[in-house]
């Protein structure tokens, strides 16, 4: 039989993550102590490199490129990675903040990018997590999931149209990964995770400063993060996970309270997108979510979320028409995503 020794280390790695995935969905009260350690493990950083190149991208704030680092030596460059890790002397570097057109002209979203050496950081301690938290997210999840899509999202929402539950409400929320509050999103990792020094690494990405363009050539850095304590950037590798575990207390919430059942409803999220669907009047179930959604902090934009009635009405949910089509013989119709 093969020792786990003499495994490839991608093979290794997913062992590993196979023996968490399954401790975590057989003891949903499991708190998981020595995590940790394993961030620095040669496989897991050599792993979390090959991600990072596979995805490429910018250098951050320490001009430090993917050329740089196979110029000084991979294998040598997280080595030295590792060390920082494991002796503690690892702080992350401050964000580049770049600002993205969005489709409103004069909008722009604004996207971080952290130096490769703390994309690396958290995409090995991310082959840790991810499996044990996946075995949390609710079916109602769809994003940054193995196995499922935006598009699956999509079909779930047609799919629930045409079991009757046509009172819709299009939900909106204001800047969701810059509002998410940190001390009740480091609770939700606690949760599972009871390795200190893994939830102190966790913080400190969270709370990284912000690099952007003063507006006269220069730079300047800010760290609202710290100050009020939320937020999550867009383009770490920990933003995903953050936001999904975040998302998972509302959908919990929605359960346990009582609306689900109360209003014959279900929850389709995809990251900050969130549509609920059910049977009742579309207007009681936003009452109901901004109530929850105010418990958690989090704005909901009242100038784009909708309530509304479908196929009467049609509406957009991530990039896709959705509402009443009309046979090509004239008789009857369906709810389908439109061309």
């Known amino acids: 039989m093969t020792t786990g020794e003499s495994l490839p280390g991608s093979e290794k790695v997913r062992r590993l993550q196979t ?19 394993k961030v620095w493990r040669e496989d897991l950083l050599a792993e979390a490199w090959r991600r990072v190149r596979r995805n490429g991208g910018a250098a951050g704030v320490d001009g430090e490129s993917f050329t740089d680092i196979e110029s000084y030596g991979v294998g040598r460059w997280l080595g030295e990675l590792a060390r920082e890790l494991k002796d503690g002397t690892y702080t992350p570097k401050p964000v580049r903040q770049v600002l993205i057109p969005k489709k409103q002209p004069g909008k722009f979203r604004p996207l971080g990018i952290p130096c ?9 301690a991310l082959l840790v997590l991810e499996p044990i938290f996946e075995a949390d997210l609710q079916p109602e999840q769809h994003a940054y999931r193995p196995g499922r899509s935006a598009h699956d999202a999509v079909e779930r929402v047609v799919r629930l149209l045409r079991r009757g539950h046509n009172e819709v409400v299009d939900c909106d929320l204001s800047n969701y990964f810059g509002e998410i509050p940190h001390a009740e999103l480091l609770k939700s990792f606690a949760r599972r995770i009871r390795d200190g020094r893994m939830l102190k690494l966790i913080k400190a990405w969270l709370e990284m400063p912000v690099e952007e363009d003063d507006g006269k050539g220069g730079k300047r850095r800010t760290n609202r993060a710290r100050k009020e304590r939320k937020g999550t950037p867009q383009g770490a590798p920990i933003s995903p996970l953050a936001s999904n575990l975040y998302m998972r207390r509302f959908i919990l919430g929605w359960k346990a309270l009582g609306y689900a059942r109360r209003f014959r409803s279900e929850i389709v999220n995809y990251a900050d997108d969130l549509c609920v669907l059910g049977k009742a009047p579309a207007a009681e179930m936003l009452a109901a979510v901004e109530r929850l959604m105010a418990g958690l902090k989090l704005p909901v934009n009242e100038r784009k979320t909708r309530c509304l009635r479908c196929p009467e009405d049609k509406f ?9 089509i009309h046979r090509p013989t004239g008789k009857g119709s369906y709810i389908d995503i439109m061309d």
Do not use: C, M, N
């Open 316 to 324: 957009d949910f991530l990039g896709y028409r959705i509402g009443r």
């Open 116 to 124: 490769i050496r703390d994309r690396v950081a958290q995409a090995s």
């Open 19 to 37: 023996v968490l995935h399954a401790k975590a969905k057989e003891e949903p009260d499991r708190r998981f102590h020595a995590l940790i350690d």
